[in-house]
């Protein structure tokens, strides 16, 4: 079955420490891949997308997430977190279904917090 | 960038009535999209539109439920009658295309049916 899986519900680290958010995804092909942030009560913000090419992306704030065929991951990543970062960050994978239509699977998201 | 727009915020209403939540999505998309989010749980898949019709829907999208843009208006979801567990935070987005495209979400409708 088509899934995205975050395995970490919740990440805690320290302002200026890096940071890496787990996603995996289950899929025949290559999906399309997506990392969206939601700052509490708003709504979703993309921060950076792959389609295909080279296998890291950067995105918006420092962010930047690459993808392993091989193991089927997109890990999101950050050399250095700043308080403002702490939200939630939900993993997302367009792909094609028995219908023929394309839907956004999302994971259950990951809950990061940065202590000052 | 381009926004999503979403109206009411925030909708209080008596289990059995009937409720519209309306988006206005971005002015060039063509794709529209509802998702549901229970507090703390991750964004559900409900429903895509396009050019009038119903494209795809998930099991999510209860008979009770329907969507319509009736002439380039709001894209509207409408639920009749609503039961407890509709209760949760609606979020409306569009795209441009299909797959590849990023959706852009509105902020969302929080919908508590009492």
């Known amino acids: 079955a088509q899934s995205v899986t975050q395995p970490d519900a919740r990440v805690t680290v320290s302002e200026g420490a890096s940071l890496q958010l787990r996603c995996k995804y289950s899929?025949?092909?290559?999906?399309?891949l997506f990392w969206y942030v939601q700052y509490q009560r708003q709504g979703l913000q993309l921060l950076l997308k792959?389609?295909?090419?080279?296998?890291v992306v950067q995105g918006v704030n420092g962010f930047e997430a690459e993808f392993s065929k091989s193991d089927s991951s997109f890990h999101l990543r950050k050399a250095s977190v700043h308080w403002s970062d702490s939200a939630v960050y939900f993993c997302?994978?367009?792909?094609?279904?028995?219908?023929?239509?394309?839907?956004?699977?999302f994971g259950s998201g990951t809950q990061l917090t940065v202590m000052p | 960038g381009p926004k999503v727009l979403q109206i009411p915020s925030h909708q209080i209403i008596d289990m059995g009535q009937m409720v519209t939540l309306n988006c206005d999505p971005v002015?060039?998309?063509?794709?529209f999209y509802w998702y549901k989010q229970i507090l703390g749980q991750q964004m559900e898949f409900l429903v895509n539109?396009?050019?009038?019709?119903?494209?795809?829907k998930s099991k999510l999208f209860k008979d009770q439920f329907s969507v319509e843009r009736p002439d380039g208006s709001y894209f509207t979801l409408k639920i009749q009658p609503t039961a407890l567990e509709d209760s949760a935070v609606y979020f409306c987005?569009?795209?441009?295309?299909?797959?590849?495209?990023?959706?852009?979400f509105g902020p969302g409708t929080r919908l508590t049916v009492l």
């Open positions: 002015s060039n998309h063509l794709y």
């Open positions: 539109f396009y050019n009038g019709k119903v494209m795809e």
């Open positions: 899929y025949s092909g290559t999906p399309y």
């Open positions: 792959y389609y295909s090419g080279d296998p």
């Open positions: 987005a569009s795209s441009q295309g299909l797959g590849y495209a990023e959706q852009f």
């Open positions: 997302a994978a367009s792909m094609m279904g028995s219908s023929g239509s394309w839907q956004l699977i």
